[in-house]
């Protein structure tokens, strides 16, 4: 119980990580035609990819866990091993981080529209109880963002994840 809830805080703090394979890290061919005429065309003829896709899939969603993990451990604005909140402190052990990040990359993988399943319990379940506060979930919010910036994950998909994310605080925030 304590590690599944665990792994729900962290993925309110999640981030991703780039390595050499992901897409917005590829060199892009250079073209003649107009930069307008070209992207118009291209939004007409293309379907949208799933935000999973354009993040580059599971692995690239791992590279961003671990990362992640590894920057809102060490932040003392998230709290993330809940020091202080009885019957909710967590061991930051090596098998209870891996199990963490397994279960933080499906999260953001079903969330992005990737084809894994989540095993873990609802948002709301997993958190209630841990006594994270607005402060908290914007300081885990910072420390994904910085993650994606560090990974060069574009704009638009650092917008679109951040949105997920957040679209679960008030489920995981508790009023005091």
Request: aromatic share 6%; charged share 25%.
């Amino acid at each position: 119980m304590r590690f599944t809830r665990a792994v729900v805080t962290a993925t309110v703090v999640l981030s991703l990580s780039a390595c050499q394979y992901m897409p917005w890290n590829q060199e892009k061919a250079a073209t003649t035609a107009p930069a307008a005429t070209t992207k118009k065309a291209k939004a007409e003829k293309e379907p949208t990819k799933p935000l999973y896709d354009r993040l580059g899939g599971e692995s690239a969603i791992r590279s961003v866990v671990d990362d992640f993990v590894a920057r809102a451990a060490a932040d003392d604005k998230v709290n993330f091993a809940r020091k202080g909140v009885a019957g909710h402190e967590w061991q930051p052990t090596p098998d209870n981080m891996q199990k963490l990040k397994d279960r933080l990359v499906q999260f953001l993988c079903v969330a992005t529209g990737g084809p894994q399943k989540y095993e873990g319990q609802d948002m709301r379940t997993v958190h209630k109880g841990m006594q994270i506060t607005d402060a908290q979930f914007d300081a885990a919010a910072v420390d994904l963002k910085a993650s994606l910036e560090a990974h060069k994950v574009p704009p638009r998909e650092q917008k679109e994840l951040l949105d997920i994310v957040g679209a679960t605080r008030g489920v995981i925030v508790e009023s005091p």
